[in-house]
């Protein structure tokens, strides 16, 4: 079990993260429906339509909208990659073993569902996102890049976009597909995410109001 110094440091940082990637999904999510009314709209464009000016208009809005969509993914993603590793460490460097050590001390009191350990612990997304230029390499050296990365609305999601584009971000369904290092295609859900987070934050607010309620006077570090 962590000490009470250990436990006030680490869950502190946790759930600062992790309410501030929970509101990164929403900013995410905001940014994504006004992606999707700029694609309504385009589709509905006439095809005799002329003024450049007009056009040129939608389609800068469109970019604007896949820039908002990417920061706030980022930035979502980010924050999950260091609530993730604070929680679920990985490596063999003596800092890496103090860390996993820790992990298990914080895990073992905070008593996760399953479910929300293996969400919240899968190194696949976060390994990819941290590491996408190698998958870069790899898509190009194998020969089966198409784009980069592509957003994208799940009724026109193919195999072949699965495939070929190692970032596919799928707008209506806060999905997002991508490659591990073996090529193979995996997805993860932004709202599992979200779940995952929300139960963690729940646990956490938890324990900090426990610890506020038997604080001792003179405490710097009682919640």
Known sequence: MPNERESFVFFS???DTAISALKRIVMFEEAAKA?????????SWPDDASGLDGLF???NNQWDAQYEMFEALED?????????QMLFPTGRTEPA???MKRADRLLEFLNLPAEISRTLGDRKLRDAWTHF???LDDALEQDRLAWPQWFIL????TEYHCKKIPRLVVADTLELYYHDRNAKVCCTSLRDMQAALTVLVDRLK??????ASRARPGTDYGL
């Open 13 to 15: 940082e946790i759930r």
């Open 35 to 43: 992606w999707m009314e700029i694609e309504a709209a385009i589709a």
């Open 57 to 59: 208009g939608r389609g």
């Open 76 to 84: 979502v993603l980010a924050r999950w990659t260091r609530v993730s």
């Open 97 to 99: 073993r103090r860390a």
């Open 133 to 135: 230029d190698e998958r």
């Open 154 to 157: 799940s009724e026109d999601l």
């Open 206 to 211: 938890l324990h900090a109001s426990l610890r």
